[in-house]
Nanobody
């Protein structure tokens, strides 16, 4: 129903910053709640941050609070994740996901996912 493409991943040093983007197409982007999730090798996909369809509500995993910021620009059909003070444990493939008129911290309830973008933080 909606197609998502992540970009902005790469290799950074500990303490560095990256800004991930998720470009949406298909149904009106502004009607979807959006989330960022990540998956490290050998581990389950985990919640990072979510934002409501209007952008008025957000929630973060405890591990990233104070360091990551989720935002959206509905005029550009784009979701963002600003990541600061990066740590080696942030290394993972990062995915964005969408749900119509709703949002959740559980990755299992999302049906529409991007292809993922690799973030690697060197120690």
């Amino acid at each position: 129903q909606v197609q998502l493409v992540e970009s902005g991943g790469g290799l950074v040093q500990t303490g560095g910053s990256l800004r991930l983007s998720c470009a949406g197409s298909g149904r009106a982007f502004s009607s979807y709640g959006m989330g960022w999730f990540r998956q490290a090798p050998g581990k389950e996909r985990e919640f990072v941050a979510v934002i409501s369809w209007s952008g008025g509500s957000t929630r973060y995993a405890d591990s990233v609070k104070g360091r990551f910021t989720i935002s959206r620009d509905n005029a550009k059909n784009t979701l963002y994740l600003q990541m600061n003070s990066l740590k080696p444990e942030d290394t993972a493939v990062y995915y964005c996901a969408a749900r119509p008129r709703s949002w959740s911290t559980s990755p299992g309830v999302y049906a529409d996912w991007g292809q993922g973008t690799q973030v690697t933080v060197s120690s």
